[in-house]
């Protein structure tokens, strides 16, 4: 079974400038460079100018995290995460991320959109799904699963936000 998930992101800068920004290695090296902790991050651009992939990896302290998911880890919570995103197609770019666990069966796939927004800005739409392969509690850490998603993306467009006010 697995979890739908849908949120969307509006940014007052428009497309070329978003787009620019997602796809800049020093835009994803300056928020997420590795650590002490064991975190990494590698940037590539398989598919030519104006794409990017980023596979980050790190380790989460499970001492604030609910008491089921704390009772079913093998070992520190060990996350992965691969973002990837096209060249721009007139106003739009495609993306796509999945992400998952060393440390518990969990799988995260979605898409991402970018485009114009009304306001004359842009919107970064990301929709997926979560699978969580526990018998019984699986439903429940989706849902938890789904929240951190939720938290990502709200750390992402604050990130990018500040990248862009900066610049």
């Given at each position: 079974?697995?979890?739908?998930?849908?949120?969307?992101?509006?940014?007052?800068?428009?497309?070329?400038?978003?787009?620019?920004?997602?796809?800049?290695?020093?835009?994803?090296?300056?928020?997420?460079?590795?650590?002490?902790?064991?975190s990494?991050?590698?940037?590539?651009?398989?598919?030519?100018?104006?794409?990017?992939?980023?596979?980050?990896?790190?380790?989460?302290?499970p001492?604030?995290?609910?008491?089921?998911?704390r009772?079913?880890?093998?070992?520190?919570?060990?996350?992965?995460?691969?973002?990837?995103?096209?060249?721009?197609?007139?106003?739009?770019?495609?993306?796509?991320?999945?992400?998952?666990?060393?440390?518990?069966?969990?799988?995260?796939?979605?898409?991402?959109?970018?485009?114009?927004?009304?306001?004359?800005?842009?919107?970064?739409?990301?929709?997926?799904?979560?699978?969580?392969k526990?018998?019984?509690?699986?439903?429940?850490?989706e849902?938890?699963?789904?929240?951190?998603?939720?938290?990502?993306?709200?750390?992402?467009?604050?990130?990018?936000?500040?990248?862009?006010?900066?610049?």
């Amino acid at each position: 079974m697995s979890k739908a998930f849908s949120f969307t992101t509006e940014f007052e800068h428009s497309v070329d400038t978003v787009h620019a920004a997602l796809t800049s290695e020093d835009y994803w090296k300056s928020r997420s460079g590795a650590d002490a902790d064991g975190s990494s991050i590698t940037v590539s651009s398989p598919a030519g100018p104006g794409t990017i992939r980023v596979e980050l990896t790190g380790r989460m302290d499970p001492a604030g995290l609910p008491a089921v998911v704390r009772g079913i880890l093998r070992g520190p919570l060990e996350m992965n995460r691969a973002d990837e995103w096209s060249a721009l197609d007139g106003d739009h770019a495609q993306g796509a991320m999945t992400g998952g666990s060393s440390s518990l069966p969990v799988s995260i796939e979605g898409r991402s959109e970018l485009r114009p927004s009304a306001s004359g800005g842009s919107v970064v739409e990301v929709t997926g799904e979560v699978a969580v392969k526990i018998p019984v509690v699986g439903g429940q850490v989706e849902g938890l699963v789904v929240q951190m998603v939720e938290s990502i993306v709200n750390g992402d467009e604050k990130e990018l936000n500040d990248w862009l006010a900066a610049k």
